[in-house]
T-cell receptor, first 114, second 114 residues
Framework: GAGVSQSPSNKVTEKGKDVELRCDPI?????LYWYRQSLGQGLEFLIY????????KSGLPSDRFSAERTGGSVSTLTIQRTQQEDSAVYLC????????????FGPGTRLTVL | GENVEQHPSTLSVQEGDSAVIKCTYSDSASNYFPWYKQELGKRPQLIIDIRSNVGEKKDQRIAVTLNKTAKHFSLHITETQPEDSAVYFC?????????????FGAGTTVTVRA
C-alpha cells in the first residue's frame, strides 16, 4: 500500500519568506509526527498529532513554526519568516497508535533558506 | 525529558565482522527502544525494537540487548555486509506519560569495507 508521502521534496526559499510543507500519512494512522534533521545530525522531534489535536507542541523551535492537521489525515507544517538556520530536512512519520508503534517515515522535504 | 546518547558516531568494519552500537537513556520509565536505519538519501526505517519486558531480541543478523538497570541498550550486527552501510539511530520514548515522543540518538555512520 501507499506509504507516507511529503511534498515538496525540495524547497528553496529566500530568507524572510513563509513556507508550507505537506505530509500525507498512511491511511488509518491516527498518530502523526514531524521531525527535523539537520545535515549529519539526528532527528529532532517537533510536534505530534493524535487525530487532529496536537497535545505536545513543545518541540517547535520558535513561534515562527506552526502545524495543523485536518480530517485526521493531511498535516501542514508552516514556517513563517524563514531563517537560514531553518535549513534542514523535515521528516514526517505516522503510526497506528502512539504507544509501542512503529513510526513510518516519509521521504522528507529538504528546505534550503538562502 | 528523555536524553539519549549514542556511541560511536562512526564505525568502520571489515565485511564479515560484527558491529556494535551502544545507547544510553536517562528516563527510567522508558519502556520501548526502537532502532532505525537510514541509508544515504533515504528515509529512516525501523529494523528492530525491544520492549522493557525482555533483555534481548534477535532477527537474523541483528540483535538488540537491553539493560534497564544500567539504562543502556545496544545493537549488534553480525556477519556484516556492504548493504549494512548506513546511519543507525537508536531512540527511546519520553517515559510513562510521553511514550509517543521518541528522542533519537545522534546516529552512528556504519561503513562496511569490502
Amino acid at each position: 500500500g501507499a506509504g507516507v508521502s511529503q511534498s515538496p521534496s525540495n524547497k528553496v526559499t529566500e530568507k524572510g519568506k513563509d513556507v508550507e510543507l505537506r505530509c500525507d500519512p498512511i491511511s488509518g494512522h491516527t498518530a502523526l509526527y514531524w521531525y527535523r534533521q539537520s545535515l549529519g545530525q539526528g532527528l529532532e522531534f517537533l510536534i505530534y498529532f493524535q487525530g487532529n489535536s496536537a497535545p505536545d507542541k513543545s518541540g517547535l523551535p520558535s513561534d515562527r513554526f506552526s502545524a495543523e492537521r485536518t480530517g485526521g489525515s493531511v498535516s501542514t507544517l508552516t514556517i513563517q519568516r524563514t531563517q537560514q538556520e531553518d535549513s534542514a530536512v523535515y521528516l514526517c512519520a505516522s503510526s497506528q497508535r502512539t504507544e509501542y508503534n512503529e513510526q513510518f517515515f516519509g521521504p522528507g522535504t529538504r528546505l534550503t533558506v538562502l | 525529558g528523555e536524553n539519549v546518547e549514542q556511541h560511536p558516531s562512526t564505525l568502520s568494519v571489515q565485511e564479515g565482522d560484527s558491529a556494535v552500537i551502544k545507547c544510553t537513556y536517562s528516563d527510567s520509565a522508558s519502556n520501548y527502544f526502537p532502532w532505525y536505519k537510514q541509508e544515504l538519501g533515504k528515509r529512516p526505517q525501523l529494523i528492530i525494537d525491544i520492549r522493557s519486558n525482555v533483555g534481548e531480541k534477535k532477527d537474523q543478523r541483528i540483535a538488540v540487548t537491553l539493560n534497564k538497570t544500567a539504562k543502556h541498550f545496544s545493537l549488534h550486527i553480525t556477519e556484516t555486509q556492504p548493504e549494512d552501510s548506513a546511519v543507525y539511530f537508536c531512540a527511546a520514548p519520553g517515559g510513562f506519560s510521553n511514550d509517543y515522543k521518541l528522542s533519537f540518538g545522534a546516529g552512528t555512520t556504519v561503513t562496511v569495507r569490502a
